[in-house]
Nanobody, 128 residues
């Protein structure tokens, strides 16, 4: 059983930055961020997989590429999503997800069903 604890959401103006964090309580092999707006489907944002303690492969949705950066602190077992140049359309509840077993194919990390565990979500609001 892996528990995920998210933090770092909040309110920011257009063009601002926020960093959300997701700390995992157990071993994971890949993690991702998704977001959801009420009434809409959950949307993939970014994911990262790793090999050993220092080889990381990130993957981004086109809508955030060049603005968001996903990273991992192996020692803290924590994944971060640095969000820059935020836009009102980035407003959503952001969820982190963890994959703990199976084959990790980077492009499939955009699929929510690839993950076994989910965090509780953290609200990110971008004001115009």
């Amino acid at each position: 059983q892996v528990q995920l604890v998210e933090s770092g959401g909040g309110l920011v103006q257009t063009g601002g930055s926020l960093r959300v964090s997701c700390a995992a309580s157990g071993r994971t092999i890949a993690m991702g961020w998704f977001r959801q707006v009420p009434g809409k489907e959950r949307e993939f944002v970014a994911a990262i997989k790793w090999s050993g303690v220092s080889t990381y492969s990130p993957y981004y949705a086109d809508s955030v590429k060049g603005r968001f950066l996903i990273s991992r602190d192996n020692a803290k077992n924590t994944v971060y999503l640095q969000m820059n140049n935020l836009k009102p359309e980035d407003t959503a509840v952001y969820y982190c997800a963890a994959k703990t077993r199976g084959l990790v194919l980077l492009n499939l990390l955009a699929v929510g069903a690839q993950y076994e565990y989910w965090g509780q979500g953290t609200q990110v609001t971008v004001s115009s």
